[in-house]
């Protein structure tokens, strides 16, 4: 009953946040009319209209966009000059597909490459994990189950479905699960670490910079504010499971005890604690964390650009990670809906950038992964993605330090 509730949860979510998406968007060519604006016949707009461009014609003024007037069949030709970009100016609101169609290509490539060190950098990261708890993997095995749980990411809800791939392979065979699974979840939780510690970054610099606007300087301060006191707590809470005198004090060595030795929750926190004495692996993973999602947010802060948008660099690479962290949460398919909301909320300016436009970002940033994930998938059809050769030690004691 109760994965059928989550089953019929995650749907409603998925479905929602579709849903959201669609209502967003600008599916065809718009020009927004501001009120009181005088057509070309002299008849004034009481309040705010919308005109469905119907044609362009290239021969025209500058090339005039052809449109009827809402309410009768007055064909209403607007020329290009006219168009603005306040609230007191006539804009041209494209639709997805002229958002996407017009699109730099040049910028696209130059953000996919922008994805590429990712993956080896990441595959880097854990395998330091590893080595470090005794686990003698070769780097390439290491690589190819990290691109394996890249193809299984859009296999499942959320982006860490992948996790679950490479906890499941790197365990079997290891003959000590809770160290494999323990060096997965260390992996993703550095991750994550280097991924708030970014935003801090990109945001500490903004607000250094100075020059920014009331209302971007009130976003990028809060936006600060709260990523820093978030990435206090990530550190904090870690530090105070892994004081001894606090778990002394706490008596949670006495509980756990109490559930012996071979309790799965016995094992998880011993393969846990072993890590308080490699505290220099986890900090080199959280700070090699940096390039990978510092690429991962200018790609897409390109593709945005790409896309027409004028929002400032820096202000993007401090809220994208924002926007990624939500897409983490296992809520809907590859956070459909999650990220698109906060986008809109944080990132929409008149001018600057449209609902489309960030819609199209997201999704391209998205294109840029599967794109990456179809080799993912070519390895997990070659076969043999298992970190240790498959003999019957799964029950084995651990081996490792």
């Not at 019929?8 to 209502?23: H, R």
């Not at 993997?137 to 992948?162: D, S, Y």
């Amino acid at each position: 009953m109760k994965k059928m509730l989550s089953l019929v949860l995650k749907l409603t979510l998925a479905a929602a946040g579709i849903g959201y998406i669609v209502w967003t968007l600008t599916w065809s060519d718009q020009i927004a009319v501001p009120a009181g604006y005088t057509y070309p016949d002299g008849q004034v707009a009481g309040a705010k209209e919308v005109l469905i461009v119907q044609a362009k014609d290239p021969g025209g003024a500058e090339g005039a966009l052809l449109t009827h007037r809402p309410g009768d069949e007055t064909v209403i030709s607007i020329r290009r000059s006219e168009l603005g970009v306040t609230a007191k100016d006539l804009r041209f609101k494209p639709g997805i597909v002229t958002t996407m169609c017009g699109a730099d290509v040049s910028l696209l490539l130059v953000g996919l490459l922008l994805i590429l060190p990712v993956f080896p950098v990441q595959a880097f990261r854990w395998w330091l994990l590893m080595r470090c708890r005794g686990m003698d993997v070769p780097f390439a095995r290491a690589m190819r189950l990290t691109m394996v749980g890249l193809f299984f990411n859009f296999c499942m809800p959320g982006m860490t479905g992948g996790d679950v791939v490479k906890a499941y392979y790197a365990a079997k065979g290891s003959g000590a699960r809770g160290v494999a699974v323990m060096s997965v979840i260390f992996d993703r939780v550095a991750g994550l670490l280097g991924l708030i510690l970014l935003a801090g970054i990109a945001g500490a610099v903004m607000l250094y910079r100075g020059g920014l606007d009331g209302d971007t300087l009130r976003l990028v301060q809060i936006v600060t504010a709260l990523i820093w006191l978030g990435f206090v707590g990530a550190v904090v809470g870690p530090l105070i499971y892994f004081s001894r005198r606090v778990r002394r004090g706490l008596g949670l060595d006495r509980l756990i005890g109490r559930l012996g030795p071979g309790h799965i929750l016995v094992r998880i926190d011993d393969a846990a604690l072993a890590y308080r004495d490699h505290k220099r692996v986890i900090l080199a993973c959280v700070l090699v964390s940096l390039p990978v999602h510092f690429c991962q947010a200018l790609a897409a802060a390109l593709a945005g650009r790409a896309l027409g948008m004028g929002l400032d660099l820096g202000l993007m690479l401090t809220v994208l990670p924002v926007i990624f962290l939500a897409g983490s949460v296992p809520l809907t398919y590859q956070g459909l809906g999650v990220m698109e909301a906060l986008a809109v909320a944080m990132l929409l300016t008149p001018g600057l950038a449209t609902a489309n436009q960030l819609v199209s970002m997201l999704v391209l940033i998205r294109l840029y992964l599967i794109a990456y994930a179809l080799v993912g998938a070519v390895m997990m059809l070659r076969g043999d993605i298992h970190l240790f050769p498959q003999i019957d030690d799964q029950d084995a004691e651990p081996k490792f330090a």
